[in-house]
């Protein structure tokens, strides 16, 4: 990318800003100071955690030839003449001055915002299999990977959509790449955090909105405000010849919210209420789902890979997509068809063990009510679930999943997921009374195990021919958080090995995956 002047970047700030000292040719856009090269212009915030004006000094040694940032120039004590923009919001800056490096992509694209407390990822990726399955030339970004072309990028170690460098980045790489649709899955953190500011989307979708992420938005009305801005940015973004679109669930119980917020066309989707998009015909088996889908335009058969009646709301709305883009009705089929399942959403493990295993990214009451009730119709023995809580997030839920395993599945052990620098037992105390208020046993029933690679040992051990295994809350990721160190994992390849040891196809396989009792010693021991 040939530089650009400071000059020109600062012209798309949406709002007032005050500029001191030369005018330098900008290389880059960046806000990780580790990331600086010459060249570049570090954007300064302040952060919930830290600081990012304290690492101004590090990004000026690194070769940042400006900086941006919130406070004023004489609070930095920057060297004398030395470029520096101050502005009212540093993450605001930071999305709108990387979209103006890279030439505002989003402008050149058809996008497609996914927005939502579950069931994000999977629709993220049914809309781009139809697409191209539609013969459109089309990206994506989700909280698992970006996908342009043939290049598929890591995306990050937990769940959030990508800091605004990196989302403006991959929409580049889309243009140059000569595609013309890009989805992009939309969290609440990234939206309020302003990391998809600067987008200008064609269609914002809602899968639903349940009880997530009150840690950082405060309030239910927080969270959803955070939400809705995805819908209240299609107003203000670009034409581009095709009508903006909001797709709501019209089940959820926000629905009449987000129905108020304008746009140019409304397309709703449900399983069990008059909507534009409805299924019928609904029939689940063990490895598959068909049912009718009925639109405005015509009758889709639909087959698919993926289970669960979630998912078929989750498939409603990529077919409300579909409708919104005009796209051939055989062409949406065929990509809902041509989709084989989404890493870590109730992926299966098979060693040719008596019993199902899979892993799922459930992290939420409502996810882990409808992945438990998934399992269920897919075994005719136990369900034995193991999942956690996460530290560091929303602490009101620990309860209430305790409560749906304990409602729902027949063994439940509860262990680790990223407990942070919180206390685990304390996180797992808070799960173990909801359990108990399903009055269930501890000890006989459900167990507290806090390495979360022997929970799922114990799990397997405890497994019977026709029972089904669901480690539930960590899915796709690829790393475990004790403390302030990510630790590698692998949820996959934890519960195969699980399962090895199991069938006496080796042992000590899950060694390596004992962080917990590497981290603290054998005092870290079940209970």
Known sequence: MPGRRLSDLLQALPFPYQRFGP??????????????????LFVAYRGLQRDKHA????????GAVAVAGERSPGELLLPEGFPYVQVPNGREALAWLSAAFHGFPSRRLILIGVTGTDGKTTTVNLIHSILTAAGRRAGMISTVNAVIGDRVYDTGLHTTTPEAPEVQRYLAEMVAAGLTHAVLETTSEGLAQGRVSACDFDVAVLTNLTHEHLNFHGTWENYRAAKARLFEMLRGSADKGIPKTSV????????????RIPADRHLSYALGRAADVTAEDVRFEPDRTRFRARTPRGVIPV????????????????????????LPLEAIAEGIRRLPGIPGRMERVDEGQAFLAIVDFAHTPNALEQTLRTVRRMTWGRVIVVFGSAGLRDVQKRGMMGRVAGRL????????EDPRTEDLEAIMAAIAEGVRMEGRVEGVDFWRIPDRAEA??????????????IACGKGH??????GTVEYLWDEREVMRAAIRERLGKGQGLLEPWCHLRRRQGDGASSR
């Open 477 to 482: 990721e690829r790393s475990m958080c004790y």
């Open 248 to 259: 709501l669930n019209a089940e959820d119980p926000s629905f009449d919210y987000f129905r």
């Open 456 to 469: 799922i040992r114990f799990a397997v051990a405890l497994a019977e021919p026709g029972d089904a295994v």
């Open 23 to 40: 005018d330098p040719e900008i290389d880059d856009v960046v806000t990780d100071s580790r990331e600086v090269r010459p060249g570049a």
């Open 409 to 416: 599945a027949d063994r439940i052990v509860i262990t680790a």
């Open 303 to 326: 087959e698919t890979a993926l289970v669960g009646e979630y998912n078929v709301a989750n498939i409603l709305a990529a077919i409300a997509v579909g409708v919104a883009l005009d």
């Open 55 to 62: 690492f101004i000094p590090d990004a000026m040694a690194r």
